[in-house]
T-cell receptor, first 113, second 114 residues
Framework: NAGVTQTPKFQVLKTGQSMTLQCAQD?????MYWYRQDPGMGLRLIYY???????DKGEVPNGYNVSRLNKREFSLRLESAAPSQTSVYFC????????????FGNGTRLTVT | KNQVEQSPQSLIILEGKNCTLQ??????????LRWYKQDTGRGPVSLTI?????NTKSNGRYTATLDADTKQSSLHITASQLSDSASYIC?????????????FGKGTKLSVIP
């Protein structure tokens, strides 16, 4: 089992460019999440998907869109990247229960110049 | 506002020594408290999850305690190893009205030196 796989690992964008971060899990989890991690701050939720076909905004959704393509895959899109979106992005998945651990990917380090 | 505060921000200890990391929270209504370990350049990995009724939970050399009355938790690492060098993140779950939300602390960066 690979767990949660994110691509790419690194990306540099110019302001205004667009890109999609890919995430896939092989644990048959219903719930998937996108977080960003910035220096000096805790992880912050961007969007989540409680089940296939549903998505909801998290704490910091502005500037992002998501697609739950199927049960395995959950992508995050930046339509017009801004320097404020420079961050490390983590995808995670879990069973539905709120007592289930999150399983994280190893992140995508994004720099917007 | 729901908050999770961790201390210290960073800590350096000698290999083989014990250490304790602290987490205080003001989250309500509380559902559970989690500790994660994050190695540099990697995603966080779950160490423990404790519900309201659990005071102590162990995972190998890691022991987490929870005092729901004072809203404090600690993570004790016994006989530290070089591989324990990482950031340790405290996360509190708030639940209600059929949904739940995780609030992450900023983490404690632990360095274990030979």
């Amino acid at each position: 089992n690979a767990g949660v796989t994110q691509t790419p690992k690194f990306q540099v964008l110019k302001t205004g460019q667009s890109m999609t971060l890919q995430c896939a899990q092989d644990m048959n989890h219903n719930s998937m999440y996108w977080y960003r991690q910035d220096p000096g701050m805790g992880l912050r939720l961007i969007y989540y998907s409680a089940s296939e076909g549903t998505t909801d905004k998290g704490e910091v959704p502005n500037g992002y869109n998501v697609s739950r393509l199927n049960k395995r895959e959950f992508s995050l899109r930046l339509e017009s990247a801004a320097p404020s979106q420079t961050s490390v992005y983590f995808c995670a998945s879990s069973l539905e229960s709120n007592n289930s651990p999150l399983h994280f990917g190893n992140g995508t380090r994004l720099t917007v110049t | 506002k729901n908050q999770v505060e961790q201390s210290p921000q960073s800590l350096i200890i000698l290999e083989g020594k014990n250490c304790t990391l602290q987490c205080n929270y003001t989250v309500s209504p509380f559902s559970n408290l989690r500790w994660y370990k994050q190695d540099t350049g990697r995603g966080p990995v779950s160490l423990t999850i404790m519900t309201f009724s659990e005071n102590t939970k162990s995972n190998g050399r890691y022991t987490a305690t929870l005092d729901a009355d004072t809203k404090q938790s600690s993570l004790h690492i016994t006989a530290s190893q070089l591989s324990d060098s990482a950031s340790y993140i405290c996360v509190v779950t708030v639940s209600g009205a059929g949904s739940y939300q995780l609030t992450f602390g900023k983490g404690t960066k632990l360095s274990v030196i030979p």
